[in-house]
C-alpha cells in the first residue's frame, strides 16, 4: 500500500465524535439502549428509522440540548475529538459553539437578515461593524442565499420563504465556526426544489464541516450521506457506509426497514 493510499485511509476513518454505550431515560423509560457508533469528519451520517425510535434524541446527546429536559439521566460516553462531552466538568457552552443545530422546522430571529447572522458572532464579543459584515457575507455565501438576499439585510427575516429561511439558519448556524452540523429533520417541511437546495449545500459543506442529519426520507439519506444509521426502539440496528446499508443489509430488521416490509 502507498503513502497516498494510507494517507487517504487515514482520513477516511477520522472519527469526530465516539459514541459508546448511550443509553437515556426520560424518568423511568428508557429511550436510547447501549448506542455505539462514530461520526466520521469531513462526512455526512444520516440517522434513519420510524418516527419514535429515538434519532432525534440521539443527536440533541451530541450538544447537549437534553440538559434542559427534566429528569433526564444518560450513561454511557460521547467522545467529541478524544474528551467525554457527557463528563460533568465538560464546558457546555463551548461545545455548542462547536456543534451547531439546525431544526426540523426553520426558526429565524424576529430581527434582520443581517441582525439574524451576526447574533452569535456578537454574543461571543465581536463588536465592530466592519467584521460582522465580513461575516455576514461571508456566512450567507456559504449558505447558498447571498444573492438572494443581499440587497434585503434590513428586512425581516420572517418574510422570506420556508427554503430560504432554512438556508438562513444554516448560515447563521455557521457564523460561530462550528466543527459538526446537527440537522433533525431539516427539509420535512419544504417543498422538492428548496429540498434539493439544500442537499446540493449540504454536499457542498461537508469539505469544511462534519455534518449529522437525521430524515425519514430513505430517497434523501441514500442521495447525499456517506454514513447510515438505522435505528429501531432506541437501538443502533446497523450502522455502516450508506451504499451496503441500502444494497447489502447485515440485518433483517434493516433490510425490511429500507424495502418497505416493515411493520
Not at 113 to 127: C, F, S
Request: hydrophobic share 40%.
Amino acid at each position: 500500500m502507498s503513502a497516498i493510499e494510507s494517507l487517504k485511509i487515514g482520513k477516511e476513518l477520522m472519527s469526530l465524535i465516539n459514541t459508546n454505550d448511550l443509553c437515556l431515560w426520560y424518568d423511568d423509560k428508557q429511550a436510547l439502549f447501549d448506542v455505539s457508533f462514530k461520526v466520521i469528519k469531513n462526512k455526512i451520517t444520516a440517522l434513519i428509522g420510524p418516527s419514535g425510535c429515538g434519532k432525534s434524541t440521539l443527536i440533541r446527546c451530541f450538544n447537549r440540548m437534553n440538559d434542559v429536559i427534566d429528569n433526564v439521566k444518560i450513561s454511557g460516553e460521547i467522545q467529541f475529538k478524544g474528551k467525554n462531552i457527557l463528563d460533568r466538568h465538560y464546558e457546555v457552552t463551548s461545545l455548542r459553539k462547536r456543534v451547531g443545530m439546525i431544526f426540523q422546522k426553520p426558526n429565524p430571529f424576529p430581527m434582520s437578515i443581517y441582525d439574524n447572522i451576526a447574533y452569535g458572532p456578537r454574543i461571543h464579543g465581536i463588536k465592530k461593524r466592519q467584521e460582522l459584515d465580513k461575516i455576514v457575507e461571508r456566512c450567507l455565501k456559504l449558505g447558498v442565499i447571498w444573492d438572494e438576499v443581499k440587497d434585503r439585510l434590513k428586512d425581516s427575516a420572517l418574510g422570506l420563504s420556508g427554503g430560504q429561511q432554512q438556508r438562513l439558519c444554516i448560515a447563521r448556524a455557521l457564523s460561530i465556526e462550528p466543527e459538526v452540523i446537527l440537522m433533525d429533520e431539516p427539509t420535512s417541511s419544504l417543498d422538492p426544489i428548496a429540498t434539493a437546495k439544500i442537499e446540493e449545500l449540504l454536499l457542498e459543506l461537508k469539505k469544511n464541516y462534519t455534518i449529522v442529519i437525521v430524515t425519514h426520507n430513505m430517497q434523501q439519506a441514500a442521495r447525499i450521506s456517506d454514513y447510515t444509521g438505522f435505528m429501531y426502539l432506541g437501538k443502533m440496528i446497523e450502522f455502516a457506509k450508506t451504499p451496503q446499508l441500502f444494497e447489502n443489509p447485515q440485518e433483517d430488521l434493516t433490510e425490511r426497514y429500507i424495502t418497505g416490509r416493515f411493520g
